[in-house]
């Protein structure tokens, strides 16, 4: 399978604010990508004080 990007994923930056809504920059891309960086934060968090 081919992934394929469009020229606007690559000539698109994150906004100068996006610290305010997305938990990376990364995230900022598609709702998805902040849904899964957003849970893999926790999950690591969680682990880290031992929670799970």
């Known amino acids: 399978m081919k992934i394929r990007f469009t020229a606007m994923q690559w000539r698109n930056t994150p906004k100068p604010d996006w610290q305010n809504s997305y938990i990376s920059a990364y995230a900022t ?7 899964a960086e957003t849970w893999g934060t926790v999950l690591d968090t969680a682990k880290n004080v031992n929670l799970l």
């Open 29 to 35: 891309m598609h709702p998805w990508e902040d849904f």
